[in-house]
């Protein structure tokens, strides 16, 4: 077991608690950085698909894990960075550079003003209302066919920087360094924001509202700021989304691709960034892996291909419902209890990470 | 000038009159209590003065201004902290991280700055570290800075409600029922407490308390409240001795006035 001597509140404020937990970040990401000359193209191209539902994980996980605010509609902020980023460079000719900062701030104010209406809402009805607009964005899309080309979508141009050209089939290893950038630099926002007082704000709402506003935090403008940095970040997981998948329509970020963003945090595990990236392993590799397995198993039944229609996101909710039952934590709270086993080895307790039942609270006053 | 002062407040709810008419002041640097049964609308008047209700009628004045037109969240940065009668904390957070959001009234910085998290905001970090470290020190919370609330004692709850309230800075510090559900000597610690938080730290205490011998023990003055209305007002010793008092403690036919009415 480690034991961390503090010697300045720097030791609190500082990103890595020690210099081996630094060691092993920074491993991590040297790893990440090589990964292109380990691994194929394709593979290559399912990591970038990693990375940036992690992006778009990490924006709803600001606003449920952070601030404990649901949001099943946040599909729809990713089709306002993909259709912005796109709509910026070819309606106004901006350069990538430009047009996908852009797109996130378009995107964090679209947030904010669904947060102006909806942050009245709590919980259910909250979901209902996202939900709603998740639905709704799909039919402006339709409906804004001038712009958004509607049925027939938009066809994002190959990521411009600077004369180098980032395309998925052309040059898969560069924008997958691309966005592995841009998830760094997201990683690094994210975590200022856990040890910054924004975050504390976050928690402090999504803890209790009322002791909230009685150490001055002002609720509904806290809420209004976690929509906005929570669709910012999701709305440029969208713009690369979009990059991504070339071509685009409405039905790229409809209510599924919604409720897949919330069940993913919370099979990762709801409240931290490893969260994100373990949700968005499980949602890229899932469809790999029944693919994988379904000809493992036509050539070994000498059946052929089966196609059973359904299966993945029947394994998907299996998957969810078995999470919530025996892991609330998600995978990251298991891997928590993993770690935490052979730190103490043999002293771990089959109840340390019980929690305890809370006592009661005070009527709510508002 | 009182430091705060309630002038005939009255509140509903619906057809019950919880607050009934209810004047006092609260002068600086002073502990002033509130006792009085269940229901007397102790608790109201705490929720009225951090404006989580409205009033219906009458007015209350902090440092001679109408606190009325203020939202519940810019009453901490007027000077008045809170804690809750059943505890209030942030469940999935640190102690530490528990008072450094009562530090929030002091943040110079915005979300923005904070994202970036620039140096400003990394030295604002370390001066409210310290204003907070202060306030670890005088409530013994060492032990328990890293641990999560979600897993801490009902005494230790207790205090660290207080340390958040404490960190705010406060000039007028309202404690709901400190001493509730805590032992023997965690109830006298309390009552050194709130000594030094008057006399050391110069802070004004208004608190609703059952526990008589705490309330005797520490307050300046008292006022009894029953069914919404005030009944008597004054020192603990003449509070308890308050036939009214009495009355609405033990009913009209008791056996003695031997005012301990707890």
Redesign the interface.
């Known amino acids: 077991m480690r034991i961390v001597f503090k010697t300045s ?2 030791a ?2 500082r990103l890595f608690k020690h210099n081996a937990q630094a060691f092993w970040y920074l491993l991590l990401f040297a790893i990440a950085i090589l990964l292109p000359f380990i691994v194929s193209e394709f593979l290559i191209g399912e990591a970038t698909l990693v990375l940036i539902w992690a992006i778009c994980g990490m924006g709803l996980m600001i606003l449920v894990g952070q601030t404990g605010q649901a949001s099943l509609g946040h599909a729809a902020f990713m089709a306002v960075g993909a259709y912005s980023n796109v709509i910026y460079q070819e309606n106004f000719s901006l350069p990538f550079v430009i047009s996908f900062p852009l797109s996130g701030l378009t995107a964090g104010v679209a947030g904010a003003l669904v947060a102006l209406p909806t942050t009245r809402l709590h919980g259910i009805y909250l979901a209902i209302a996202t939900l709603a607009i998740s639905v709704l964005t799909e039919d402006l899309i339709v409906i804004l066919e001038p712009i958004t080309g509607g049925i027939t979508g938009l066809f994002a141009p190959d990521v411009q920087i600077f004369g180098f050209t980032f395309n998925r089939y052309g040059n898969p290893v560069e924008l997958y360094w691309l966005v592995l950038g841009i998830t760094f630099i997201v990683v690094y ?1 994210y975590r ?2 856990l ?7 976050f ?2 709402v ?3 509202e ?10 509904a403008r806290t809420k209004m ?1 976690a929509f906005a ?1 929570s669709c910012t970040i999701t709305g440029l997981g969208g713009a690369l989304m979009g990059h991504f998948a070339t071509v685009f329509t409405h039905e790229t970020f409809n209510l599924i691709i919604s409720i897949t963003l919330l069940l993913m945090i919370v099979v990762g595990g709801l ?1 931290s960034i490893h969260g994100a990236f373990f949700g968005a392993i499980v949602v890229v590799l899932l469809p790999l892996l029944i693919s994988v397995s379904r000809d493992a198993i036509g050539a070994y039944t000498g059946s052929g291909s089966i196609t059973i229609p359904g299966l993945e996101s029947g394994i998907f909710g299996a998957l969810l419902i078995g999470f919530i039952l025996f892991e609330p934590m998600g995978i990251y709270g298991r891997w928590l209890k993993i770690r935490t086993y052979f730190e103490l080895f043999p002293f771990y307790r089959k109840d340390m990470f019980r ?2 039942k ?5 009527e709510r ?2 | 000038m009182s430091l705060l002062e309630l002038k005939n407040v009255t509140l509903r709810f619906g057809g019950l009159v919880a607050v009934n008419d209810v004047s006092f002041n609260v002068e600086e640097g002073e502990v002033f209590a509130l006792v009085g049964p269940n229901g007397a609308g102790k608790s109201t008047i705490f929720n009225m003065i951090s404006r989580f209700y409205t009033p219906a009628e009458g007015d209350i004045y902090f440092e001679g201004k109408s606190i009325l037109d203020r939202e519940p969240h810019d009453i901490p940065s007027l000077g008045i902290a809170r804690t809750f009668q059943n505890i209030e904390l942030f469940e999935q957070a640190s102690v530490l991280q528990n008072l450094l959001v009562g530090r929030h009234t002091h943040r110079r910085s915005n979300f923005l700055t904070d994202i970036i998290f620039t140096p400003f905001v990394r030295n604002e970090e370390r001066a409210q570290r310290e204003a907070v470290e202060h306030v670890i020190d005088f409530l013994d919370l060492q032990p328990y800075r890293e641990k999560m609330i979600a897993g801490l004692p009902y005494g230790v709850r207790k205090v660290v409600e207080m340390g958040r309230a404490l960190a705010i800075k406060p000039k007028l510090l309202l404690l709901d029922e400190p001493a509730s559900g805590l032992s023997v000597e965690e109830t006298r610690d309390v009552a050194f407490w709130i000594e030094d938080i008057k006399k050391v730290m110069g802070i004004t205490v208004l608190m609703v308390e059952h526990d008589m011998h705490l309330v005797s023990a520490v307050s300046d003055r008292v006022m009894a409240l029953a069914d919404g209305r005030m009944l008597a007002i004054g020192s603990p010793q003449k509070v308890q001795n308050d036939p009214a008092v009495i009355e609405a403690y033990l009913g009209s036919d008791h056996m003695s006035g031997d005012g301990e009415a707890a």
Request: zero cysteines; a positive charge.
């Open positions: 509140y720097d609190d404020i926002a200022n924001i040890r910054s007082p924004i975050g504390r704000a928690a402090a999504r803890d209790s009322v002791s909230a506003k009685a150490m001055g935090v002002n609720v700021v940095v409240g929690r305890q809370s006592y009661l609270k005070t006053t508002q």
